[in-house]
């Protein structure tokens, strides 16, 4: 688990997009293009002025560092992050700064160059209300700023900025020699002794005497020292840098110095590292920038070039992962919730967070793929999901549906191993559910191998995954044993694979089974399809566990073509999530597995060709046309819109293949009968449908009923005639309304919760019979 | 919410009542006003309840 922690340092969520990086002041121009494109002028003024000091100047004379940096420079033209501030400046409003009244400090600095990064600094310790001296050799301030602009016009943004704040200007006062202005220097002091205690000592100084200036000893780049008990700071001009970088640094420098003032660390600002921010791709489509009519953007313009801008950030995960963009929660904050979950039973945190969404994960594997660090959340979410196992963190109620199911699948209903006499090179693996939809997807492919490879095995059986999206380690032990005996017994085939899910759990489980994928067979064995000509232009459904598979990919494709039927890519190929089947979303969070199935859904308006069972049942039970690519070839629903089979029928076909192949393929009766649904029940469609959404099974429906009928357990509405009952089946408790016929049951209403009822519980100061 | 329905329990024939009944989920227990039969304690849950009120128990405990 620290491992997986660990990789979560290099997260870049929070990195800045790369105009704030190259700005100097890294001025945070999402937020100022925000209030921007909103048309709040003087809030985006604020948000300038909060960050450059002197936004007047700033905006006149930078070179725009943001605008080189900006990623719409190589596609069409860069956002004109300068041309918006320029607009903000002079479209602004309220520009007179707000005055604080804030006590006076007692404690001193002083500013050697009053310069932009001098004027600067002085600034913001000024608004702090310290006490500024201002030293100066020359007899104006501004120093090489009356280079670039008009002296009237920085001098009037000096006085805007100032208003409310005070300093004292020496002017034509040249610094010789910082020691008689620092405190307590007298033992490094002695040539100028005298003179210490007549002149004005300081707390702070900061040196920023321009290009070329005095730096009084004071080591350059990033200096600082302390004589006596002042901190001294270097910055700007003098340290090789330009107008923008200077006063930056003057506006850095200050933060340094009050921590220096109010803690006593005396530490150079940092550098900070180079952004990591990797913006999102999609979002990056050609709009021609703006051109202003005017030389000032109106603020029409400014909305429309400040719409431009796609606000980058890296979020490649909530913009690929499905649970991040469902849950809302960053990969950084699940990964801290997932760690506080999988603390074991025992231990004094109680909490588990992450409980739903760990196991509501798809585990489609993309989110680790898409971030560009490749942070493996989703292997941290299939390691949470043992640990939350062995601390007995997952609600019994998740797990309940998926391993009846998957021990129905290997029970003797439904689970099959035979060779067709001597064991042969190779064995049909279909999967659980291929043969649940419909026994015919199983057992004509199968008569198809028959054909060519004789002695092609076949092994009907669950692969196992349900355990593991359970994260129960003891059983998928078990699990993969009893399946590696199998393939022993079977003599060690090939397996062929229908279904890529199963594939992908046996390669990562038991790479020693050597997989290939039917369509890869079928391909290589020389299938011929009738050609159909079908008119209908179909999309290509990769499911997530063929992702990156690219023979399967090609085979599939080839199979399609020769099939005759029209079929194009998605729009992003094969790169999207699982179809919403995966995990045990389905149960612990009904309304994520909801949103995955229709986002994928939306891939697309044209119907789609799946080659994975589950694509097709999710697809074709929302009411998208979807065919698998085995109805084209093999003709058993070409048209995608057979209603798909609910839990009960499911589970009698799965007999039924069973019971087929025994007659059809080994001439032999099947030796235990069908099992059969006790009561004959008779369901609306609505109340069918809500069964099936609960994952309730009519046997489980028939022993509500039983358990009323003959305990007299139940509760009659005598408005209606219905009679109300419940029954536990394992953790889940199933309500059933009801209302005999002369032959069966009508249902009226099925619904289900996970709480119990305490029935022994003492209830209303009575003690009720425990075996009620 | 419309007029509770009258509910009988068909054992004991008489009328169910608003009482006490215990619930647990994920290690806690709780109480609540349910039907049920003041004579054999049997529970009666409308959908409305389960659907609605449980449901969102539920939820809210396994987020915890």
Redesign the interface.
Known sequence: MQNYYKQFDVCRERDIPSCADGCPFKMDILTVQERIAKGRFNAAYKSIRDCVAFPGIVSEICPAYCEDACVRKTLDASVQIRGLERAVVAGATRKTPNKYNLPARKKSVAVIGAGLSGMGFAFRMASKKYAVTIFEKSGKIGGRLAEQMEEARYMAEFDLQFKNEKYELKLNTEIQDIYPLCRGAEGQLEQSADAQSEEQTFDIIYIATGKGGNTFSVPIPGGCMKIGETGVFIGGEVCGKDMMHALADGLDIAISAESFLKAGRLEYPEVTEPTGCVPNADKLVEIPPVTPEDKVFTEEECMAEAARCIRCKCDACAAQCDLVAYFEKMPVKMRDEIFLSCKPAGSLVHKSPARKYVAACTRCDLMTEVCPEHIDLCGMVEHARHKMHEADKVPAAYRQYFIRDMEFANGPYAALKRTTGAPGAYAFFPGCNLGALDPEYVIKPYKWLLTKEPDTSLLLRCCSVPVDWDGNSAARKEEIQSLRQDWEDLGKPVFIMACMSCQKHLREYLPEIETISLYEIMQEWGFTPEAEGEQTNFSIFDPCSARKEEEVQAAVRSLIAASGVQAEELPKGDRHGCCGFGGMGSIAAPDFAEYVARQRMELSENPYIVYCANCKEIFCDRGKKTVHLLDLLFDIDPDGTKSQPDLTRRRNNRTLLKKRLLEEIWKEEMEMKPQEIQYSLIMQDAVREKVNKQKILEEDICAVIDRAETTGRRTLNPESGHYTAYNEIGYITCWVEYSPLVEGYEIHNVYTHRMKIELEAVWNGKKTETDM | MEKK???????CKVE?EE????????GK?FRHKV????Q??????S?EL??GR??E???MM???
Do not use: H, T, W
């Open positions: 329905q009258k509910l009988i329990c068909d054992q169910l009482l006490d009944a215990q619930f647990s989920y994920l227990s039907s049920r039969c003041p054999c304690g049997q529970v009666c849950l959908e389960v659907n449980m449901s128990v539920e939820s396994e987020d915890k």
